[in-house]
C-alpha cells in the first residue's frame, strides 16, 4: 500500500507498508492529509477534509468533521484521538496506537 504526503519543507515523499507487512504510517500520513484537505478538493476523495470557510459561515463547529474523520480512520488504529488543541490557526493533536503497538503522538497545524 502506498500514499503521498508532504514533508516540514513542502516536498512531495512516498510513504509505503513497513517491511514488517504493517500499513500504519501510510494510514496516518492519509489522516494527516484528510485534516489538512478541504472538501470537493481532491477528485477521487470529494467527501473527506474539512470545510473551514463552511464551517464559519453556516457555525457549524469543525469539531463536527474531526469526529467524523477520526470515526473514518479509527478501524485503522489499535487507538485513535484527535482533539483540537488551538483554534487560530486550527492545531489538532493525533494520538494513535499503531495495530503494530507503537504509539503517535503527532500535533498537525491545517
Known amino acids: ?7 516540514q519543507s513542502g516536498k512531495w515523499r512516498r510513504v509505503e507498508t513497513d517491511a514488517n507487512g504493517f500499513d500504519d504510517s501510510v494510514w496516518l500520513t492519509t489522516l494527516i492529509q484528510t485534516l489538512k484537505l478541504s472538501p470537493q478538493e481532491s477528485p477521487f476523495y470529494a467527501a473527506h477534509g474539512i470545510p473551514a470557510n463552511g464551517s464559519v459561515i453556516q457555525q457549524i463547529l469543525p469539531t463536527y468533521y ?3 474523520i477520526q470515526r473514518q480512520f479509527s ?19 493525533i ?3 499503531t495495530q503494530s503497538g507503537s504509539k503517535i503522538v503527532a ?3 491545517t
Not at 478501524?75 to 493533536?93: C, E, H, M, R
Open 95 to 97: 494520538s494513535a496506537i
Open 75 to 93: 478501524g485503522k488504529f489499535a487507538s485513535l484521538s484527535i482533539v483540537l488543541t488551538q483554534s487560530d490557526p486550527p492545531v489538532y493533536n
Open 107 to 109: 500535533e498537525i497545524v
Open 1 to 7: 500500500m502506498r500514499t503521498y504526503g508532504r514533508d
Open 66 to 68: 474531526v469526529d467524523r
